[in-house]
C-alpha cells in the first residue's frame, strides 16, 4: 500500500468489543495489534478479527472517517464505516465523470483535427497534380 493511501479498519476483539484504527499498512498493522504490541486496548484482548476496511483513502480522510466511527456506538460502526465508504465512492465517481467529460472534449478535438489534416494534404496532393511538370525550357541560341 502506498504510504499516501490509508484505510480505516474496524477489528474485533476477544471479548467481542470493537477497536476502530487507522493505518497505511493494514496487513502490519493486525499483526502488530495481535502480537501484542499494537494499541493498548487490543493487547490484553487477543486474538483480534478483521471485521472490516475502508476503501483507500488520504491520511485527512482515514482521520475523519475514523473520529466519526468512534463517536457511535458499536452496533452502527460497520454501518458507518460503509456509509464514509459510500461518500469516497461517490467523489471518486463525481471525479471521474469530470476526467471523463474533459477526455470526451479532448477527443472531439483531435477528430477535428485529423479532419483538418485529412483536407490539407488532400489539397496538397491536388495542388501538386495540377502543376505543369518539366517546365525547364532554355531557349537555344
Known amino acids: 500500500m502506498n504510504k499516501r493511501q490509508w484505510v480505516?479498519?474496524?477489528?474485533?476483539?476477544?471479548?467481542?468489543?470493537?477497536?476502530?484504527?487507522?493505518?497505511?499498512n493494514l496487513k502490519t498493522r493486525l499483526m502488530v495489534h495481535n502480537s501484542g504490541k499494537g494499541a493498548k486496548y487490543t493487547r490484553s484482548r487477543r486474538p483480534l478479527e478483521l471485521i472490516g476496511a475502508s476503501l483507500k483513502m488520504t491520511k485527512s480522510d482515514a482521520l475523519k472517517l475514523e473520529y466519526r466511527i468512534k463517536q457511535i456506538p458499536a452496533g452502527k460502526k460497520i454501518f458507518e464505516l460503509i456509509k464514509g465508504e459510500d461518500k469516497i465512492t461517490i467523489n471518486?465517481?463525481?471525479?471521474?465523470?469530470?476526467?471523463?467529460?474533459?477526455?470526451?472534449?479532448?477527443?472531439k478535438n483531435v477528430d477535428k483535427l485529423i479532419i483538418a489534416l485529412?483536407?490539407?494534404?488532400?489539397?496538397?496532393?491536388?495542388?501538386?497534380k495540377t502543376?505543369?511538370?518539366?517546365?525547364?525550357s532554355r531557349s537555344l541560341r
Open 8 to 24: 480505516v479498519y474496524l477489528i474485533r476483539c476477544s471479548d467481542k468489543s470493537l477497536y476502530c484504527g487507522i493505518t497505511n
Open 92 to 107: 471518486l465517481k463525481k471525479n471521474l465523470q469530470a476526467v471523463i467529460r474533459e477526455l470526451n472534449k479532448i477527443a
Open 118 to 128: 485529412d483536407k490539407l494534404e488532400k489539397a496538397k496532393a491536388k495542388a501538386v
Open 131 to 136: 502543376k505543369p511538370a518539366g517546365h525547364f
